[in-house]
Nanobody, 123 residues
Framework: QVQLVESGGGSVQVGGSLTLSCVASEFAFDMGWYRQAPGKGCELVASTNTNGDNYLRDSVKGRFSISRANIRQTVDLQMNNLKPEDTAVYFC?????????????????????WGRGTQVTVS
């Protein structure tokens, strides 16, 4: 069973930056970050696969970036110019085929591997 452990969440002011890091016991083909705000669905924020294809959600383009370090087996999400609407629990995830754009609930649906989540609060 692949284990994903997130770190780097916290509270930050509007316009600030945070870096989320995910350490994987083993990489899946497609690795990325989802987020879920209270009362909202779980959306894919960014992903990167072993072919080098990256995805960024439109609402974070120009502000967020994702990077993958195969030797260290980490996937980092650099978040700049944070906005209040970025407030959510962020989950590291991995899938053997492809991370889907959205699911009902982070942590349990339609994705092979999930981390436990880390809170990001922007105010």
């Amino acid at each position: 069973q692949v284990q994903l452990v997130e770190s780097g969440g916290g509270s930050v002011q509007v316009g600030g930056s945070l870096t989320l890091s995910c350490v994987a016991s083993e990489f899946a083909f497609d690795m990325g970050w989802y987020r879920q705000a209270p009362g909202k669905g779980c959306e894919l924020v960014a992903s990167t696969n072993t072919n080098g294809d990256n995805y960024l959600r439109d609402s974070v383009k120009g502000r967020f970036s994702i990077s993958r370090a195969n030797i260290r087996q980490t996937v980092d999400l650099q978040m700049n110019n944070l906005k209040p609407e970025d407030t959510a629990v962020y989950f590291c995830a991995g899938d053997l085929i492809r991370l889907v754009p959205s699911v009902a609930f982070c942590g349990r649906d339609y994705v092979d591997y999930w981390g436990r989540g880390t809170q990001v609060t922007v105010s």
